[in-house]
């Protein structure tokens, strides 16, 4: 993905410190935000990155640079990219089979549909409608849509905890994007501890585009 496509009226491009008041401070800004916004942290310190060793064994290992790659300079997204959409149980999770959807066409990166493991079966029937949508989008196209389904080992309210983990994070590499929809409502612990969002933000080795739950969400598709 070039930075042209990321500076159009499609999507908002905003940069923090990656500091929890600098992370709030985003979000504020962002509530009533029709359209995606990416969230890219720029910070002077050392990141720990995991970048994909080509061995025989095909191993991720952790490495440390000196640079942030979750800087606006050093960020894209290729046809070897992956794009993590975490999907819990929320009926507003579905509003993000749109965009990820979108980026996959416009990139080739791959979708990664990581469905959070729970008792109940909204989970894995918001995962089943995104599926829907981007098998009618590559049909209807005829484009060639990469993705794939996994279930996390977490549940709704602990899927964000775990998308930022070592684990996923070596998974994903640098060049990689997660896709979250940003809270509806602040509740009492999102007002003491920060919504799971802004914990997202501010521990992922990637950007992370949002996007607010809206009756009248700003379609990319057509």
Request: net charge negative.
């Amino acid at each position: 993905m070039s930075f042209d496509l990321l500076h159009t009226d499609d999507i908002r491009v905003e940069r923090c410190d990656g500091t929890r008041r600098g992370v709030q401070r985003v979000l504020d800004a962002c509530r009533e935000e029709r359209r995606p916004y990416l969230v890219i942290k720029e910070q002077g310190t050392k990141e720990k990155s995991f970048e994909r060793k080509r061995d025989n064994n095909q191993d991720i290992s952790p490495t440390t640079d000196e640079t942030n790659p979750n800087s606006l300079d050093s960020w894209f997204l290729t046809p070897s990219s992956a794009i993590l959409v975490p999907v819990t149980m929320l009926e507003e999770e579905v509003y993000k089979a749109e965009i990820c959807t979108y980026l996959a066409r416009k990139t080739g990166a791959h979708i990664i549909l990581l469905r959070a493991n729970d008792y109940g079966s909204k989970a894995k029937r918001n995962t089943q409608r995104i599926i829907i949508h981007i098998q009618s989008i590559a049909e209807r196209t005829g484009e060639t849509i990469s993705y794939e389904e996994r279930v996390a080992k977490s549940d709704s309210f602990h899927i964000h905890k775990e998308i930022v983990g070592d684990q996923v994070m070596r998974q994903l590499g640098d060049q990689a994007m997660i896709l979250l929809t940003a809270s509806r409502e602040y509740g009492l612990d999102d007002w003491v501890f920060g919504p799971p969002e802004q914990y997202v933000i501010r521990k992922s080795l990637v950007p992370v585009m949002l996007v607010n739950p809206r009756a009248d969400l700003f379609s990319l598709c057509d």
